[in-house]
């Protein structure tokens, strides 16, 4: 996972909004699997986020191809950079895909799911 993607998910649930994306979760194995996430702050009776809730479901076998082609051009932006820089670098490149196709990350994301679903 280019870790943009992780900065983008946080500073989505910081504002106080729900996150969708497509995440790679690794096994015992070392093999790994898709799913499509949606995340969704959880808030006390005073409106502060205590917490998250994430709900995954099977990422449709079609979108692998779409998805593994952004999350490797990120994770290319990362390469030979410190931590740091490697997020800034592939949050930056999401940033820039998202605005020069004229998207909303999330609108993007469920728009895509619900083509393959």
């Not at 093999?31 to 009776?45: G, K, L, Q």
């Not at 990120?74 to 800034?88: D, P, R, V, Y």
């Not at 949050?91 to 993007?108: Q, S």
């Amino acid at each position: 996972m280019p870790r943009g993607a992780f900065k983008l998910m946080w500073k989505t649930l910081k504002n106080e909004q729900e996150f969708f994306a497509f995440v790679i979760n690794a096994t015992k194995q070392n093999d790994y699997y898709w799913v499509f996430a949606h995340i969704t702050p959880i808030y006390d009776d005073n409106k502060k986020a205590i917490g998250y809730y994430s709900v995954r479901r099977v990422m449709p076998e079609s979108l692998k191809p779409t998805i593994s082609e952004l999350y490797e051009k990120a994770l290319e932006t990362e390469k030979g950079l410190n931590e740091k820089q490697a997020t800034e670098a592939s949050y930056d490149f999401l940033v820039k895909f998202l605005k020069d196709n004229d998207l909303n990350y999330n609108d993007f994301i469920c728009d895509l799911y619900r083509q393959h679903a």
